[in-house]
């Protein structure tokens, strides 16, 4: 069975920390690691990470995969107010119609105080 | 440009009642599509997914059955709920390519 955890579960930090949220993964047939931000509705997708050592960037949000040791890391920079959420990472698994069959962990909620 | 719907925003029902919960993909055809279930505290866990119409893949045994009458409408029911049911449902699809993930805006159901 799949299987997705993410580390911490929980984090409370103040407007201009960096942090680092952490992803592992057990994926059969693995085809891509996807992150997601949750703040009161609908996840809204942040990145998708296919390739070892390629990190991905979007303003202060950047991402990594390793594939060799099945994990992955959100780093957020300069953290804001907005961006307290609960982060989500899934994984993909590869073949047919299977696409949409992701595998989420159980999230990071992450509080940044003013 | 493509655009996934999903209501009722909200929805508190008592326990043995029917639900039904409707998800239309606007701007595409022929769309893989998803229900997810987010428990509080939980991740998400997938329910159903169906790649055509009439074509229903459950991924796990529960009180819930899931519906694709037309080619961008999916509609999750029950004919009597349980308080277990509780929780955020969102509707998926996985967009031009399929290779990313893109959800509703979820009913938050309340078996009470």
């Known amino acids: 069975e799949d299987k997705v955890v993410q580390s911490p579960l929980s984090l409370v930090v103040h407007e201009g920390d960096t942090v680092t949220l952490n992803c592992s993964y057990e994926?059969?047939?693995?085809?891509?690691l996807l992150w997601y931000k949750q703040e009161k509705k609908a996840p809204t997708f942040l990145f998708m990470l296919?390739?070892?050592?390629i990190e991905k960037k979007s303003g202060r949000l950047s991402s990594i995969l390793d594939k060799k040791e099945l994990f992955s890391i959100l780093n957020i920079t300069a953290t804001q107010t907005g961006d307290s959420a609960v982060y989500l990472c899934?994984?993909?698994?590869?073949?047919?119609?299977?696409?949409?069959?992701?595998?989420f962990g159980q999230g990071t909620i992450l509080t940044v105080h003013p | 440009s493509q655009t996934i719907h999903q209501w009722p925003a909200t929805l508190v029902q008592p326990v043995g009642s029917p639900l039904s919960l409707e998800c239309t993909v606007e701007?595409?055809?022929?769309?893989?599509l998803y229900w997810y279930r987010q428990a509080a505290g939980r991740g998400l866990q997938l329910l159903f997914y169906?790649?055509?119409?009439?074509?229903i893949s459950s991924e796990v045994p529960q009180n819930l059955s899931a519906s694709r009458p037309q080619d961008r409408q999916f509609i999750l029911s029950s004919k009597k709920l349980l308080l277990s049911d509780s929780g955020f449902y969102l509707c998926?699809?996985?967009?031009?390519?399929?290779?990313?993930?893109?959800f509703g805006s979820g009913t938050q159901l309340s078996v009470l």
């Open positions: 169906s790649v055509g119409i009439g074509q």
């Open positions: 296919t390739s070892s050592g």
């Open positions: 998926a699809w996985d967009g031009i390519g399929g290779e990313k993930l893109f």
């Open positions: 701007g595409t055809s022929n769309p893989n």
């Open positions: 994926v059969t047939n693995f085809r891509s």
């Open positions: 899934a994984g993909r698994p590869s073949g047919g119609t299977s696409y949409g069959k992701l595998t």
